[in-house]
């Protein structure tokens, strides 16, 4: 009975060391050719296999066995291990991403409401010169735009009326009222 069981405790290590073994030489060799087999042509090779994969392991004896068996599952839940933390590094990293990514959108959305702030209270600004300068008589309206930044003058003159607009124009000294009618026209509408 004991010698049975013997048997069959080295049968099952032997089985497990080819299922390793052939784990083993699959991670090193390219992929096979697919090829059809009968039944008993498959069976009568794994049984081939497994008899060229015993004998190298036929001198060994079980305690050795056992022991390159225990070694083996030792690397291997060592290779567990290094994954699982590499998988734990990688969370952590997706977490530091995902709330910088966070910080920035929050940012970015900030920037753009205080761009959009700035762009109101400069047309505020705009359109009260342009009650300003549309109450001033022409030539001290000249005098104002003329030293005005080229942009704020060409919008403050594109809200003025038309007729205001040519007065101001007449009044300005050649040069500059050249060069902001040549910026008027040009002007983008916002």
Same mark, same amino acid.
């Given at each position: 009975? +004991?010698?049975?069981?013997? +048997? ?155 007729? +205001? ?10 040069e500059i009222s050249a060069r902001l009618q040549k910026q008027f026209m040009s002007m983008k509408k916002?």
């Amino acid at each position: 009975m +004991k010698l049975l069981n013997i +048997k069959l405790a080295l049968f099952i290590v032997c089985a497990a060391l080819s299922a390793f073994s052939f784990s083993q030489e699959a991670e090193n060799k390219p992929a096979p050719v697919k090829r059809n087999y009968t039944e008993k042509e498959f069976l009568d090779a794994v049984n081939k296999e497994v008899e060229n994969r015993l004998s190298k392991y036929k001198n060994k004896s079980i305690v050795q066995l056992t022991k390159e068996l225990m070694k083996k599952e030792r690397s291997i839940e060592l290779r567990e291990l290094e994954i699982q933390k590499k998988e734990e590094s990688l969370r952590e990293s997706e977490k530091d991403l995902t709330s910088k990514l966070k910080g920035f959108q929050q940012k970015s959305s900030k920037l753009l409401g205080c761009l959009d702030e700035h762009d109101k209270n400069q047309s505020k600004r705009v359109r009260h010169m342009v009650d300003v300068i549309s109450g001033m008589r022409p030539q001290s309206a000249a005098d104002v735009l003329s030293v005005q930044d080229v942009d704020i003058s060409v919008k403050i003159l594109g809200d003025l009326p038309p007729e +205001k607009v040519s007065k101001i124009f007449n009044s300005m000294d050649k040069e500059i009222s050249a060069r902001l009618q040549k910026q008027f026209m040009s002007m983008k509408k916002y």
